[in-house]
């Protein structure tokens, strides 16, 4: 592969959003270091977090370097194992979370860390595989964390999902309901029979009086709501929490991290939580074959080639995506 050239997508600092991506032609990544395999890319699935990198909000910490050529989350087949790799060759169809400073996905190849590479069951598309590193096992982290049991051990729980319709609400709604929870979640008004679709037991149009307050319909009080909307202020969650009831939020701005602070130092019993996922293999593992099993559905908004990924992107800054954005090469 050395000396060879591949197609990608790159940017060559902070923002200018969809307009600042260039299609390029660069070498082919090739000698995997120590733990690495190159990646043929077969699908990649974009995430709110990559164009947030682009923005500066990581700055200056992430990228790492520029030009960078963005995305994480990948389904590929193995063309070339580093030193040390003895669990993937040449051939093998994978599903891989890439180092998210370093990027890569937007390309024909890639470089993987092979402990966050899994095998794909033949029964899961590389699109639906692609969607599961970030999306997936930060629904299923979020979910551990508001205290369900996948093991169908502990009490039933009640549990808000804003944002359902999104890339990690609809995989958090079904996994939820594998969990044995009580599931009220909120979406846009053209997206209620989907969600409900998706298991969920009670629905809020977020736009109505109702959504907006995030008051269940029948009245009950969250054990924890896993908070993928855009921000919310406290006030509107808390007469909503059971008494130790607490909100795990995906995206703490300041007004979030403020509130995080008082209810720690007051010891209150209700709580708003910042989460932050890593990617695990173990985790991917298991997603994969609920996937395979029929019992997860990766829900795909749209695909578009990587000589439109610019559109992919765009959409992905507009935030209105049901399900995942899927870009392949
Ligand atoms: N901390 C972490 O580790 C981590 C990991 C993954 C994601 N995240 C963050 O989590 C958030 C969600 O990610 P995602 O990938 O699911 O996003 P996404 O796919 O872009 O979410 C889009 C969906 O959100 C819905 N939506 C927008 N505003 C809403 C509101 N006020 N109430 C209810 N639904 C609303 C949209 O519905 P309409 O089209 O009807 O408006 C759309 O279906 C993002 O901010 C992301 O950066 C954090």
């Known amino acids: 592969m050395a000396g060879k050239l591949m197609r990608a997508v790159q940017y060559n600092g902070y923002g200018g959003g969809t307009a600042a991506l260039k299609q390029v032609e660069v070498p082919v990544p090739s000698r995997p270091?120590?733990?690495?395999?190159?990646?043929k890319v077969e699908a990649t699935a974009l995430n709110p977090f990559d164009w947030k990198i682009q923005k500066g909000v990581l700055r200056p910490f992430m990228p790492k370097k520029f030009p960078f050529i963005p995305a994480n989350d990948v389904a590929g087949e193995v063309v070339?194992?580093?030193?040390?790799?003895?669990?993937?060759?040449?051939?093998?169809?994978v599903i891989a979370g890439l180092n998210v400073g370093m990027g890569g996905g937007l390309a024909e190849y890639c470089v993987a860390k092979a402990d966050v590479t899994?095998?794909?069951?033949?029964?899961?598309?590389a699109a639906e595989g692609a969607c599961l590193p970030a999306a997936g096992t930060t629904a299923h982290g979020i979910l551990i964390a508001a205290g369900l049991k996948f093991d169908g051990s502990g009490p039933q729980k009640n549990i808000l999902i804003t944002a359902a319709s999104g890339g990690v609400g609809h995989l958090a709604v079904q996994l939820a309901?594998?969990?044995?929870?009580?599931?009220?979640?909120?979406?846009?008004a053209r997206n209620l029979d989907f969600v409900r679709s998706l298991g969920a037991d009670e629905v809020l149009d977020y736009k109505t009086p109702e959504g907006a307050a995030l008051k269940s319909p029948s009245g009950k009080k969250y054990d924890a709501v896993i908070q993928c909307a855009p921000p919310v202020p406290w006030?509107?969650?808390?007469?909503?929490?059971?008494?130790?009831?607490k909100v795990l939020d995906l995206s703490p701005g300041a007004?979030?991290?403020?509130?995080?602070?008082?209810?720690?130092?007051?010891?209150?019993?209700?709580?708003?939580?910042?989460?932050?996922?890593?990617v695990k293999g173990e985790n991917l593992v298991f997603l994969a074959e609920l996937v395979k099993q029929g019992r997860l559905k990766v829900v795909i908004d749209c695909k578009h080639p990587l000589s439109d990924a610019g559109a992919a992107w765009a959409k992905c800054?507009?935030?209105?995506?049901?399900?995942?954005?899927?870009?392949?090469?």
Do not use: Q, Y
């Open 255 to 278: 007004s979030a991290m403020w509130t995080f602070a008082v209810k720690k130092i007051t010891m209150s019993k209700k709580k708003l939580v910042p989460f932050f996922a890593s």
């Open 80 to 93: 070339e194992v580093g030193p040390g790799v003895e669990n993937f060759k040449p051939g093998d169809k």
């Open 33 to 39: 270091s120590k733990g690495e395999v190159v990646l």
């Open 317 to 329: 800054i507009e935030g209105h995506a049901t399900g995942k954005i899927v870009v392949e090469p």
């Open 118 to 125: 899994v095998l794909r069951p033949a029964e899961v598309s």
């Open 235 to 245: 006030s509107v969650f808390e007469p909503n929490l059971s008494r130790t009831g």
């Open 177 to 188: 309901k594998l969990a044995n929870a009580h599931v009220t979640a909120t979406c846009g």
